[in-house]
C-alpha cells in the first residue's frame, strides 16, 4: 500500500487570529498522521485501485476546489495530487468536509482520536455532551455540552433538511439527521460520516453478476447504503448496465444535483419527498429503461408494492430493509410482500398428518420480489439466502432456512464462503424450538383446573369479548400480526395488565429467569402459555391453543398428570429418524405416488423390521390404500395395494411386535396379485 505523500496546509478563515502557526502546524500532523494510522485497508485498497473512477473522476475534486473558498478549517492538499495518493485525499477531503460542521472545540480534539479515519457518526444533542461513534465504540468529545450555537454553526453549513429531516452536504456522502422539539426548532443532530467504499461487495459478486434481485437487510449502520451503492457502482461500470438509483434521501449519490462518484456511471433520480418515493421507482422502469434500479431503505407498504411491480417487470432489483434477519421481514406487516405475502391455511386431518404439521399452518401467498437475500451482519459478514422462497417457506413451518455464511478479510479483499446451512446454528440463533404449555407450577394438586376453567368457559365457550393475553417478552405487534393473519384479530387481544388478563403467554427463557411471573400466575389463577420461541409457527400454535381451537387432548392430560409443564409434542418427529426408516419411507412414497397410484399396480416393498414396517404403514394410511403383508412374521414386508382401505387400518405393527393380521386382505384372499385399476389420489 502506498502512504499518503499529500503534503497538508491548514486554512481556518473565521478562527485565524486565534489559531496559531504552531497549533496549526500540530493540528495538521495529528490529523494527517492519525488519518493515515486509522485508514482501513479498505480505504487503502479503494485509493491504490487506479482504475477506480474515484480517483479519476474530475467531479472528485469538487470538493477540493470547495476547500480552497471555504469557511472553517480546511484541510487541503497544497500540491497537486498524484494518482496514487487521490483516493486517501479524496477520502479526507471528504471527512474534512464532514468536520467543518463542527465547532473548532470539538474539531480539535476529535481529530486527535486514533480511529479518526473509521468516524462512523457525530451526535450533538443540545445540553448534552457531544459523542463520535467509532466502529469500537461511542466516545465523549468534549465535556462542555453542545449549545445552540454549536448546531446552528453546523445547520448553516448543510442543505436544506426535506420532510424525512435529512440533509447533506453538497458533493459528498454525508448525512446530517434532525431532531427537532416541539416548536420544530433543531435541538439534536446525528452527522454520519458517508464514505464511497470500492471493494465493499465483493463478497456478493456472484449474486450481483448473476442478475437476480437482491434484498439487504441489516440493523441500522451495518453499512447496507455503503454496500448498495458498489453495487450500483459495480453494476454500471464493470458490468456496463443501465442502473438507476432512486435515492430518497440523497445518500446513495450524495447532496447536490451532481452525483457522487461513488456511483460511477449509474443515474440517479432525486426524490422530492419522501412521500413520493414509490411514485419515483415506477417512474424510474417506466420513463428511463432501467436494468436495475437501486433503492433504499424500503419502508412503507407502497414501497413495497412498487418494489414488487419493478420486479414483475422484469427489472433487476437491489434494496435495503431495516431488520435483523429475513423473520423480522415477514413480520412486518408492511414489508410481508416483498417476501411474497403471508396467508394462514386450515389443512384437513389427512393432509396435516401426511405433512406431519399442526392443522392450522402459515404459507406464503406468492413469490417473493427478490430471488435471494442478504443478512448483513457486519462491515465483513453477511448471510446469503441463494434462494428467498425456499428461506420463507422454511420459516413459516418453523424449520431453519438454508443459508450460507459469508466473511470477507478485510486484508486480502478475498470472499470467503463458509459452512453452507449451518442449522444448528441458525436454530440455535433464532431460538426455533417447540412450543410448550405450562399452568402455573406450583399447582401441581389439580394442574387442570385453571386450565380446563379456562378452556370451557373462556375460550370454548361463546365469547363476547376477546381473550385478553398478557404477552411477557412478546413482542404485542408480532403476536397481533399472527392473529391477522390467522383471521383471529378480533378473537384475542393483547393487555399490559395482568389483573385483566385471561392467560399469560411468557417466552421460556423469560420464565427461567424470572420465576416471579408464575407466582403471579398462581395468584391471579390465570394458565401460563410458554414459548420456546418467538416464532411465527410457535404463535400459531399458541393462539390456536388459547383460543381454545387446538385440544390439549391426552397429551396435556397425561402430562399434567406427571407436572405442572405441559410440552407440547414437536409437528415434526422429535426422533431423528434413521437414513434406514428415510430409505423405507420413500421407498413407499415413491411407490404410491409414481406406481400404485398412476399405474393401479400393487408393490411389495422391500423387507424391514417391524418398527419401519410401521412406519410404513402409517404411510400408506395417510394414502387411504389398503395393504397387505407379504412376508414372514420375522421377516415383515408390506405389499401396497391399488385400492382404497376401508378400514382405519387394516394392519397393526406395533413398535416392538411383528406384524399382527387385522384384516382379510392380509389373509390374502385376493392373493396380492389382481386388481382392478382404481384412480386413488390422496385426499
Ligand atoms: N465496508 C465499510 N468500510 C468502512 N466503513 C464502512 C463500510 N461500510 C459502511 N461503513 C461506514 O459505516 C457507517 C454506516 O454505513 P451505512 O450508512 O452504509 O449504514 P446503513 O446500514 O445504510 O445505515 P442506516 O440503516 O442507518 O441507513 C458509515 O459511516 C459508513 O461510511
Redesign the pocket.
Known amino acids: 500500500m502506498r502512504a499518503l505523500n499529500t503534503r497538508l496546509v491548514l486554512i481556518d478563515v473565521h478562527n485565524l487570529s486565534t489559531f496559531t502557526n504552531k497549533e496549526s502546524s500540530n493540528y495538521v500532523s495529528t490529523f494527517s498522521a492519525s488519518f493515515r494510522r486509522t485508514m482501513?485497508p479498505?480505504?487503502r485498497l479503494a485509493s491504490s485501485r487506479s482504475s477506480s473512477p474515484m480517483i479519476r473522476s474530475p467531479e472528485m475534486r469538487k470538493p477540493r476546489d470547495r476547500m480552497f473558498s471555504g469557511n472553517g478549517v480546511s484541510i487541503i492538499p497544497s500540491n497537486s495530487p498524484s494518482t496514487s495518493s487521490s483516493g486517501s485525499t479524496e477520502a479526507l477531503s471528504e471527512l474534512e468536509m464532514f468536520l467543518e460542521l463542527l465547532p473548532l472545540r470539538m474539531r480539535t480534539e476529535l481529530m486527535k482520536h486514533k480511529e479518526i479515519g473509521?468516524?462512523?457518526?457525530v451526535v450533538m444533542d443540545l445540553g448534552r455532551k457531544p459523542l463520535a461513534r467509532f466502529p469500537s465504540g461511542d466516545w465523549v468529545i468534549s465535556e462542555q455540552p453542545v449549545k445552540f450555537d454549536d448546531l446552528r454553526l453546523a445547520v448553516s453549513k448543510v442543505g436544506e433538511f426535506s420532510d424525512d429531516n435529512r440533509s447533506g452536504i453538497n458533493n459528498s456522502?454525508h448525512?446530517i439527521s434532525a431532531i427537532r422539539n416541539r416548536k420544530l426548532q433543531i435541538i439534536g443532530l446525528t452527522c454520519?460520516?458517508?464514505?464511497a467504499?470500492s471493494g465493499?461487495a465483493e463478497m456478493l459478486r456472484d449474486l450481483i453478476e448473476g442478475g437476480g434481485s437482491i434484498l439487504v437487510i441489516?440493523?441500522?449502520?451495518?453499512?447496507?447504503?455503503?454496500?448498495i451503492r458498489e453495487i450500483a457502482r459495480m453494476l454500471a461500470d464493470d458490468h456496463k448496465k443501465r442502473v438507476i438509483i432512486v435515492d430518497t434521501s440523497n445518500?446513495i449519490g450524495g447532496d447536490g444535483d451532481v452525483p457522487h462518484s461513488g456511483i460511477g456511471r449509474a443515474r440517479r433520480m432525486q426524490v422530492p419527498n419522501v412521500n413520493m418515493q414509490h411514485n419515483v421507482m415506477i417512474e424510474a422502469v417506466e420513463n428511463h429503461m432501467p436494468e436495475t434500479i437501486i433503492i433504499?431503505?424500503i419502508g412503507t407498504e407502497l414501497e413495497a408494492l412498487a418494489a414488487s411491480t419493478i420486479a414483475q417487470r422484469g427489472v433487476q432489483l437491489v434494496g435495503?430493509a431495516?431488520g435483523m434477519t429475513i423473520d423480522n421481514i415477514i413480520k412486518n406487516p408492511s414489508l410481508q410482500i416483498l417476501v411474497g405475502g403471508i396467508e394462514s391455511v386450515t389443512l384437513g386431518d389427512e393432509e396435516a398428518k401426511k405433512r406431519k404439521v399442526q392443522k392450522t399452518i402459515l404459507e406464503r401467498k406468492g413469490p417473493p420480489t427478490f430471488t435471494c437475500a442478504v443478512e448483513?451482519i457486519s462491515?465483513?459478514e453477511c448471510r446469503v439466502h441463494h434462494r428467498l422462497d425456499a428461506t420463507v417457506d422454511a420459516i413459516l413451518a418453523g424449520k431453519p432456512p438454508p443459508f450460507e455464511l459469508r466473511h470477507m478479510d478485510i486484508e486480502t479483499n478475498n470472499s470467503q464462503s463458509s459452512t453452507v446451512v449451518p442449522e444448528k446454528t441458525y436454530a440455535e440463533e433464532h431460538k426455533i424450538h417447540n412450543a410448550e404449555v405450562v399452568t402455573a407450577k406450583e399447582d401441581v394438586d389439580n394442574p387442570l383446573k385453571h386450565f380446563k376453567q379456562y378452556t370451557f368457559t373462556r375460550s370454548l365457550g361463546k365469547r363476547s369479548s376477546p381473550v385478553s393475553v398478557y404477552a411477557y417478552k412478546i413482542l404485542e405487534a408480532d403476536l397481533l400480526q399472527v392473529a391477522m393473519v390467522m383471521g383471529l384479530e378480533d378473537e384475542i387481544e393483547v393487555t399490559d395488565d395482568i389483573g385483566a388478563a385471561d392467560v399469560i403467554l411468557a417466552s421460556s427463557s423469560e420464565m427461567k429467569q424470572n420465576p416471579w411471573i408464575r407466582g403471579v400466575a398462581k395468584f391471579q389463577q390465570l394458565p401460563i402459555f410458554v414459548i420456546k420461541s418467538n416464532t411465527m409457527a410457535q404463535m400459531v400454535k399458541a393462539i390456536r391453543m388459547i383460543l381454545g381451537m387446538e385440544s390439549f387432548g391426552s397429551l396435556s392430560k397425561q402430562q399434567l398428570n406427571r407436572s405442572a409443564d405441559i410440552k407440547i409434542e414437536d409437528d415434526a418427529p422429535k426422533r431423528k429418524p434413521s437414513l434406514e426408516e428415510i430409505d423405507a419411507l420413500e421407498e413407499a412414497r415413491l411407490a404410491i405416488e409414481y406406481i400404485v397410484i398412476p399405474g393401479g399396480e400393487p408393490v411389495e416393498l422391500l423387507p424391514r423390521c417391524s418398527d419401519i414396517v410401521a412406519r410404513q404403514l402409517e404411510l400408506v394410511e395417510s394414502y387411504q390404500l389398503d395393504v397387505e403383508n407379504s412376508g414372514t412374521e420375522h421377516n415383515p414386508r408390506l405389499q401396497i395395494l391399488p385400492r382404497r382401505s376401508n378400514k382405519k387400518t387394516s394392519v397393526k405393527y406395533s413398535k416392538s411386535s411383528s406384524p399382527q393380521p387385522t384384516s382379510k386382505s392380509l389373509t390374502g384372499s385376493n392373493g396380492g396379485t389382481s386388481f382392478a385399476r382404481l384412480p386413488l389420489l390422496p385426499e
Open positions: 482501513s479498505r480505504h473509521e468516524l462512523v457518526e456522502l448525512r454520519r460520516v458517508g464514505r467504499i465493499s441489516g440493523p441500522p449502520g451495518v453499512g447496507k447504503t455503503t454496500l445518500e433504499d431503505e435495503t431495516h448483513m462491515r465483513t
